[in-house]
Nanobody
């Protein structure tokens, strides 16, 4: 059974950087499309970014474009999210999610990691 475990969250000042990791176990990362989502208090979970199985295609929400970078290392079964120029509005629980293709919903989710950006 495939499992996802996020790590790397924490507290950072506005303008700072933070890196998140999503480790895949029980399966092969190379067979999965991976996305990052976030959920802020009182708000719906929203899409942040996604990467294709090969890593050749990435998508970003407009709110993070130019500041966040998603990447993957299939040999290490890990996906990364580098977040630069962080803003207080980026404060949320960040989740990684997996699916077999773009034609099905994300159906495997991690437990989430908290990112807090202070003023």
């Amino acid at each position: 059974q495939v499992q996802l475990v996020e790590s790397g969250g924490g507290l950072v000042q506005a303008g700072g950087s933070l890196g998140l990791s999503c480790a895949v176990s029980g399966g092969t990362l190379g067979s999965l499309n991976i996305g990052w989502f976030r959920e802020a208090p009182g708000k719906k979970r929203e899409f942040v970014t996604a990467i294709s199985r090969s890593g050749g295609i990435t998508r970003y929400a407009d709110s993070v474009k130019g500041r966040f970078t998603i990447s993957r290392d299939n040999a290490k079964n890990t996906v990364y999210l580098l977040m630069n120029s962080l803003k207080p509005d980026d404060t949320a629980v960040y989740y990684c999610a997996a699916r077999l293709s773009d034609y099905v919903p994300y159906n495997i989710w991690g437990q989430g990691t908290q990112v807090t950006v202070s003023f």
